[in-house]
């Protein structure tokens, strides 16, 4: 999908909204620098995320992917620059604050109660937001819109496959209705069947009107959903903008995934 129709591409879901009315993109980081301890990891990083668009930030090991994910959901405090949310200064809000105003990190891997049963584990979550009564609607759309679950709604959580793990820990994060949902990895250490079925939910997520904002290693899956694209290189920005403006990917994504151009084409 071209990066013009992923901007038109939003539905009516609960989690939408018009765009800034200044104008302002969803999310846009100014030149964050950000350190762990006397560690600098990242290098006036600067980029957007457009309103009802998927960001793929891509990049090799250690090129500080998570680290960019840490700062935009309020994990990491950058050390100087900015993070903007629909044109307000955000810098430095704790990971709550972000998640209340629609900036929801999907956490890594299976962070589900293994001892509880699919219901269970969600069922805990929503009365949390809804209380008793409101849980029942919610878990039935969980279920609508992750049918895989509502099959194995009995089952022990710890014993689903790592794919129905990640659906269910995704199912979690979406009673928040979150503008933005950041995901790092979703698809680590998966069979390529169920990549291709996370990656089928992610689709499903931003047609119901949330941006999403993925770190992933494998470039040519991230591109089956992304209009965008950041390459980090050592720390830096190496190339950034549209999929469908970058050319060929094995002459431009690729290689500079790879550390094989300069450091600063998204400067
Ligand atoms: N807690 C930490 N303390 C010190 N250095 C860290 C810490 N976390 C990450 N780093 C360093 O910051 C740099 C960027 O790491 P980051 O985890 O952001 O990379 P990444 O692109 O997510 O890599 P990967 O693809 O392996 O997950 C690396 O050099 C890493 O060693
Ligand atoms: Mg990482």
Redesign the pocket.
């Known amino acids: 999908m071209t990066a013009s129709t992923a901007a038109t591409s939003k539905s009516s879901g609960a989690a939408s909204s018009s765009p800034a009315s200044n104008g302002a993109p969803l999310l846009e980081l100014r030149d964050v620098e950000a350190s762990?301890?006397p560690?600098r990891?990242?290098f006036g990083v600067s980029f957007t995320v457009r309103e009802g668009s998927v960001m793929a930030l891509l990049?090799?090991?250690?090129?500080?992917?998570?680290?960019?994910?840490?700062v935009c959901c309020g994990l990491l405090k950058p050390t100087t620059g900015q993070l903007l949310y629909q044109g307000d200064d955000i810098t430095g809000k704790r990971p709550f604050r972000l998640a209340r105003i629609g900036i929801v990190h999907a956490p890594e891997g299976r962070s589900v109660f293994s001892t509880l049963t699919v219901e269970e584990n969600l069922q805990l979550t929503f009365r949390q937001v809804f209380g008793r009564r409101g849980a029942k609607a919610a878990l039935q759309k969980a279920f609508d819109q992750f049918p895989r679950l509502g099959e194995r709604r009995h089952q022990i959580a710890g014993t689903l496959s790592g794919g129905e793990q990640r659906m269910l820990s995704l199912a979690r994060v979406l009673v928040h209705e979150p503008k933005l949902l950041i995901t790092?990895?979703l698809s680590l250490g998966l069979a390529p069947v169920i990549i291709d079925e996370v990656y089928r939910t992610l689709a499903t997520i931003r047609e119901h009107g949330t941006s999403l904002l993925i770190?992933e290693?494998h470039v040519h899956q991230a591109l089956t959903l992304a209009d965008d694209v950041v390459v980090?290189s050592k720390?830096k920005v190496a190339l950034a903008g549209p999929v469908g403006e970058l050319g060929d990917v094995t002459e431009s994504i690729l290689p500079a995934v790879h550390g094989e151009l300069p450091s600063n084409g998204g400067r």
């Open positions: 762990y301890g560690f990891s990242l990049g090799s090991n250690g090129s500080g992917k998570t680290t960019v994910v840490r790092d990895e770190v290693q980090m720390g």
